[in-house]
Every structure is written in structure tokens, then in C-alpha cells.
Nanobody
Framework: QVQLVESGGGLVQAGGSLRLSCAAS????????MAWYRQAPGEQRELVAA???????KYADSVKGRFTISRDNAKNTVYLQMNSLKPEDTAVYYC??????????????WGQGTQVTVSS
């Protein structure tokens, strides 16, 4: 059984910052990619940023230069530092990870989501 638990969402004014965290727990053998997605009302879920086991990263064009993804492998945790937030960043942010457990091959896991609201 694997769980991803997110924290750090909230309400912030435009131009402000937030830091999201997502901790994976359970019978984890290894974690490959970890990522953050977001979904605004009426919109499709979209990739915000991803970080791979080797440390390489990928960002959506809309957040490049403002958001930074990082991970602490010892804690099975991924972070998203969000700076210079804009109202259009308002969404539910979901953590995603490719995890292999001791009992099953690698698959996708999702967190429950955390709301980020940016006021203008």
C-alpha cells in the first residue's frame, strides 16, 4: 500500500510564494519520476513539473523561471517551490509518482490534491 500526501497549498496574493510538499509512504522499493500536475475548474489536468530519478527536470512553459521542483530521495518527498504566483496558477495541485513496491512492478500513484488560490 502506497500513499502520497500533499501539503502546503493555500491562499496567496499575486506575486507571492508557496511551497508544496508531497511525501510518499508505504512498501516502497524504488521511485522513478515524481511530478506535480494541476487542474483548474473546467480545465484538463496538466503537467506542471517533473523530476526524474537522475535529477533532470521538466517544466511547463507557463511556469518556467517561476517554479522549481526538487526531491529528497531519503525522505521519498518531492517539493514544488512556486514564486511570482499569478491568478492563472489557481488550481488543485496533484502529486504523482512512479513507484515500484516490494509486491508489484512500477506504476503511477496520485495524491489527493491540494488547493492553491492566487488572488489578484
Amino acid at each position: 500500500q502506497v500513499q502520497l500526501v500533499e501539503s502546503g497549498g493555500g491562499l496567496v496574493q499575486a506575486g507571492g510564494s508557496l511551497r508544496l510538499s508531497c511525501a510518499a509512504s508505504g512498501s516502497i522499493f524504488s521511485i522513478n519520476a515524481m511530478a506535480w500536475y494541476r487542474q483548474a475548474p473546467g480545465e484538463q489536468r496538466e503537467l506542471v513539473a517533473a523530476i526524474f530519478s537522475g535529477g533532470s527536470t521538466k517544466y511547463a512553459d507557463s511556469v518556467k523561471g517561476r517554479f522549481t521542483i526538487s526531491r529528497d530521495n531519503a525522505k521519498n518527498t518531492v517539493y514544488l517551490q512556486m514564486n511570482s504566483l499569478k491568478p492563472e496558477d489557481t488550481a488543485v495541485y496533484y502529486c504523482n509518482a512512479d513507484i515500484r513496491t516490494g509486491f508489484s512492478p512500477e506504476r503511477d500513484y496520485w495524491g489527493q490534491g491540494t488547493q492553491v488560490t492566487v488572488s489578484s
